[in-house]
């Protein structure tokens, strides 16, 4: 099965004067069509950056300095500025965090919607009209409220229509980047199950990015796990979910307290820990991959 | 001495507050806290849980007096606040109750050093020994970071390090009362639990009363001794964590649970039984209620409809 999107060696640098500073380093990770990865680890571990330079969306000070990122086959980091602005949204679209801040907010949600199919698709404003009532149904909105300004929608709404406008154009891939880190557990979890449900209706493939390892482990099919710019461990989430291998995912893991069972101490991560002269993924089992290295705990001095 | 431990660190009764809001013509009115009662003892952690706009922020908020209820009683280490310092609370108020938020970046300045900020905190309370710079490390030992943090700015420590630093500045003034509001929802992973530990290691060696404010119903029951509930302003369940949240029987405790997510879940999401769930919470919160108590040993409580004859 070929894949498709595949990211190969990829290497994005953040240069400044006195020195460069890897934010992915030698990534190499494929998805599937119809499949959803998971992409987890904390703020700078470089998670975003990768989805980012997927996009071809980086600005200085980020260069990519290596690798290759292929989807269906083609080179997404030579494809021309014009090629690139119909791959975008037709075939791969991207919700960022806090997405819902990303509306207009002194345009009608109608309008924003229908300006996707009248920029994108040509159509007619009458047929994108039809086109905005049909997503707002997909994600259980009522029509009636493409009348309504961003700020007279909830949070959740507004989530769950700026997911919509991502589905728009029917995208084989869509990237999610913490689609739900602002929202409060019940929305979240409404707003999951509607990517799920979209995904079995559409059959995007998913990019998803979060730190939650629980939600993580809900929503995946696959998982990596990213720490310093590698990604350290990249497995099924069954395998995750019955034995991290690496210290740094057990760590993440750990840092989750259960809903249910005994209630047991857990530690997180010691501060000082470091992971250092982190390899390349070994295969440790069919499909679960773990990278070899050095873990530290410094006790004295932060900096 | 034997009387003052008896009582709770902070005792709350029939506690009201409504925010007005809208324009000048259509002015409306938001019940934040209704009709609020709750115990928090000695030496007890509380988790405080709901979603964003319950309320949850503006009890901790009223027990920190940042902002004033209509009307209700608020005894904290046995005094009536509300009546003996009714304007604004005193000095002494201020040290012995204090709150973290939920923002280490927004909370330190950032153009002084740790040591600076928690020497001032000493001094502000009168807190501070001759020997203040003993002082300093202890106190920065105390919450699990090395002395030479002591010399950095805020922007040179991470989100953790400098949630380790507003607890400790809240330390500094030896408070008997800590209101903690989100203290780890934005911090990384990794570092969460190990705040929560802190919080679990000073209310156990110091007897410091904790209400931890949160919408991680798992957090709560991994940290807390009881768990009180609420819903638009009111509470609505509560009782020891591991009761509660075994067994819910308010059906907004119920929905809350089954939200936390759970990859050991099974049975997929069902829109469906999420709009019935929201029914029955209007339904409930419609009702004339009374609290009933579930089980005595745990202190399981729910408020229910007075009619239903069963829950």
Redesign the interface.
Known sequence: MSALLEIEDLVVEYVSDERAVRGADRVSVSIGEGEILGLAGESGCGKSTVANAVMRLLKEPARISGGAVRFDGQDVLRMSTERLRDWRWRETAMVFQSAMNSLIPVMRIGDQIADIFTTHEKMSKRAARAEAVRLMELVRIDPARLKAYPHQLSGGQRQRVVIAMACALRPRLLILDEPTTALDVVVQQEILAEIKQLQAELGFAVLFITHDMSLMLELSDRIGVMYAGRIVELAPAAALRQGARHAYTQALLGAFPSITGPRERRVGLAEGTRFTDIGDLVEVAPGHFVAPGDMTVRTEGNR | MSTQEKTPAVRIRGLDKTFAHGGFRARRKVRALNAVDLDIGRGEIVALVG??GSGKSTLARCIARLESPDSGSMEVLGEDVLRTQRRRATKAYRSDVQMVFQDPFGSLNPTQRIEHVLARSLHLHGKARPDIRAQLVELIESV???A??LA?FPH??S???RQRIAIARVLAVEPQVILADEPTSML???????V??LLARLRDERGIAILYVT?????A??LADRIVVMNQGTLVEGGE??AL??APRHPYTQ???????????TT??D?DE?RRYRTQIAAWAEAPSERVTIDDASGHWVWKPKEAAHV
């Open positions: 979603e964003s699990g970071l090395p030479e943090v950095s040179e420590l989100g953790g390090q990384d992973v990794s570092v969460r639990i190990g929560l530990n919408h991680d119903l798992a957090s029951r991994y964590s591991l949240l075994d929905m809350l649970v089954g939200a936390v997510p759970d990859p050991e879940r997929p999401f829109p999420r």
